[in-house]
């Protein structure tokens, strides 16, 4: 969905340096940089207002009414964000300052929906992208796309031409890419010499039986004399 806007307040920060950055996440608030028209600017957002507003119907994509220090809103969007390698959490964010009235570049998720027929039919289907590059006004810009696979056979491949955008919402990269196909799924064969030595061990675990019996039978045999 695309036209949701999002209001964050943030701090100006005044301090830089990696152990400033641990006391505000300390407290609950993720250091950034707000790059506008003008010259950069250090900031501190609130955690959760940050994830509320990036977890919204808009996603990543959402337009982001900037306050500095009570000032003016400054439309922005999320440029670029660092996670915690462990716990997953957002550690640093970059915003950047959007003229609602100009395109610009953003990524945009790519979802398939439905069950392929070439699927029924025993094949199995492979998504080898799952993000676009796409050019749009930041309010036109989708959360995510979607692309119906039903009718994708055995043996065939989508290609990034055919995916539907939204009115105003320009595709970015090369048409001819394909992103999601149907292929035939692969086949394991057991080793022959596998095969053989199982065949042969077989055998051998058969022979002491064999004998054992031909023995009880001589014995009998002996006793019946």
Known sequence: MAGERAKLVVQNRSILGSAESRRLRRQGLIPGVLYGREEPVAIAIPERDLRAALTGTSGTNAVLDVVVASGKAHASVLKEYQLDRVRGTITHVDLQE??????????????????SVGAKEGGVLTQTLTEINVEALPMEVPAAVEFDVSGLHLGESAHLSQVALPEGVTLLDDGETSFASVTLPSREEEPEAEAAEGA?????????????????????????E
């Open 200 to 224: 042969e061990g077989e055998a051998a675990e058969g022979e002491p039986a064999a004998e054992a019996a031909g023995d009880a039978g001589a014995e009998d045999e002996a006793a019946g």
């Open 98 to 115: 959007v003229r609602l009235d100009q395109p610009i570049h953003a990524t945009v998720s790519l979802h398939l929906t439905g069950e």
